[in-house]
């Protein structure tokens, strides 16, 4: 049964995650107290539209993969303009009911047959309701342009549709996608001839838009989460109209806020009004920098830099910029996320095998933060490349994938199920060891060392919570490699004899954490081991 809107919140606020008390069974590893706070409900997601919504032969094959895996919510791009009517025209058709997901002029089938096959498998579908819209959905459609400057009743009535057709299967709604993106929304800024300066825009044609579709939704779906941001982490400066804006100045804007988080009370913030927001999305790409990497850009932030995201959020929040219905600081999910590689991408691409390490290291970044909810992998399968010009144009597309576009599997395929990361803790001379066995519902691990004759050794078991993670704080005294080993049990029409098998996670490398400096004092030097 759908939970209302009210419970579903206040008992966000009561979850915690609860991990299984373990005992050690080695002198050299020592349990220590396990994180006093992580994500008490971090789901794991998918997002692929090309095999979803547009490959419907293999799309069902690569869906049951997807539940295989343990996936517990997939992105959808519910896109505007995908099943309006005439999208080019400038006025939509006589007798066109645009709030009435009924009307015969809408062309629901690719998306009724992508969320039917998501629920069919078990998966929770997120609806991103984005755009561009058709031409008539913009505030002026006689320039021609589907993304500039879209109605927001227009897009309200849209919206409205949606829910009403999709509100018995889909819980979670996103308000369009990558706003401070010129490919998204159009345009950014306004560039007053002659003025050295320009005008963020996008911002107030944003806000108008949640403000208008976030009630719509509500009152066909009343107990759905209505969501929006779903920003890119980086930007340009503010030198030409159609510059991607960078998201940490985009959210105060949007907040009509300055950079020391004043109000702004002139401009398009004129009788400004704050948007209401369930929840916030966000698209923490590290490109090129890892997990533990900040982007020393103080108005980006990639998945290294949650901490200046959030303590953005929370100082527009606290000005007045936007609101959530309990008052409450907003949630966070992150609904895209991913590396390319190289191969194929010698511009924004990383190894394969650091695409592997780092979408471990980054679930476990997410999972220790209790304000994340969702981490979405972007993509499946890397988009074919698509040559545009020379330099980076001459890598168009998206490659980041768990498969080449070749269909061959990436390294990081082989951990996505079962991620494995290892955190120094110098502060209490111990590693913790984490993990997450995938699908959930509780599993027996035994983490392991090899030993000196290339055997594996039992260091310490735990058991999983429900959504399968587990963590362990152990002390490390010399370096080691580790893995963890569970038993999978296949379903029970499986072959007899093949119902349980042993699963044995990547094999990571462990060095003792750093000594804490004292008083300014250096370390001892370790022994050697």
């Known amino acids: 049964m759908r939970r209302a809107l009210t419970a579903r919140l206040a008992a966000a606020g009561r979850r915690r995650r609860r991990l299984a008390p373990v005992a050690a069974i080695l002198a050299a590893a020592a349990l220590a107290p396990s994180p006093a706070a992580a994500a008490p409900d971090l789901q794991t997601g998918i997002a692929d539209d090309a095999i979803l919504l547009f490959s419907p032969e293999r799309a069902p094959s690569v869906v049951a993969k997807w539940q295989a895996m343990g996936i517990e919510v997939v992105r959808i791009h519910a896109r505007w303009i995908a099943v309006a009517p005439d999208k080019a025209a400038t006025r939509p058709p006589r007798g066109f009911h645009a709030g009435d997901h009924l009307d015969p002029h809408y062309d629901w089938a690719y998306l009724d047959r992508a969320v039917d096959l998501v629920k069919r498998h078990g998966m929770e579908p997120i609806l991103a309701v984005t755009g561009s819209g058709p031409v008539w959905g913009s505030r002026v459609p006689s320039r021609g342009n589907a993304r500039y400057k879209p109605d927001p009743r227009k897009f309200a009535q849209f919206a409205s549709a949606v829910a009403h057709r999709y509100g018995d299967r889909v819980d979670r709604y996103l308000l369009w996608n990558e706003p401070n993106q010129p490919g998204w929304l159009q345009p950014q800024y306004d560039c007053p001839a002659g003025s050295k300066r320009c005008i963020p825009v996008a911002p107030h044609v ?27 982490p980086r930007g340009g400066d503010p030198t030409r109209r159609n510059r991607p804006m960078r998201p940490l100045a985009f959210l105060r804007a949007f907040g009509c806020v300055d950079e020391r988080y004043k109000r702004v009370r002139t401009g398009a913030c004129r009788g400004f009004r704050p948007a209401m927001l369930d929840g916030f999305a966000y698209h923490p790409h590290g490109v090129l920098r890892g997990p533990g990497e900040p982007n020393p850009h103080r108005d980006e932030a990639a998945i290294a830099d949650l901490p200046r995201l959030e303590q953005t959020l929370d100082a527009v929040q606290d000005a007045g910029g936007f609101r959530t219905p309990f008052g409450q600081r907003v949630p966070l999910h992150l ?11 010698p511009y924004s691409g990383v190894t394969p095998a650091q695409q592997r390490d780092w ?38 597309g ?121 008083d300014g004092a250096a370390p001892a030097p370790r022994d050697p081991a």
């Open 206 to 232: 944003y806000r108008d838009l949640v403000r208008a579709a976030y009630p719509a939704i509500h009152a066909a779906d009343p107990g759905a989460q209505v969501i929006g941001g779903t920003l890119a």
């Open 335 to 345: 609904t895209e996320f991913g590396y390319q590689t190289l191969p194929p991408d």
């Open 359 to 396: 979408l471990q290291q980054a679930a476990y970044v997410a999972w220790k933060d209790p304000r994340i909810h969702t981490l979405i992998q972007y993509e499946w399968q890397d988009e074919p490349i698509k040559s545009v010009g020379i330099g980076r144009k001459a890598y168009a």
């Open 398 to 518: 998206w490659q980041s994938g768990l498969l080449y576009a070749d269909g061959r599997a990436k390294p990081a395929l082989s951990v996505f199920r079962n991620p494995f990361w290892t955190d120094p803790q110098p502060d209490d001379a111990t590693v913790r060891f984490w993990g997450q066995v995938r699908p959930g519902l509780g599993h027996d691990v035994s983490i392991q060392r090899r030993g000196p004759s290339g055997g594996w050794v039992p260091v310490q078991r735990v058991s999983t919570d429900a959504s399968g993670y587990f963590s362990a704080d152990l002390a490390v005294t010399s370096p080691g490699s580790y893995r963890y080993v569970y038993q999978d049990v296949a379903p029970a029409s499986a072959a007899r004899g093949s119902r349980a098998r042993t699963i044995a996670s990547a094999v990571r490398r462990v060095a003792p954490p750093p000594a804490p400096v004292l």
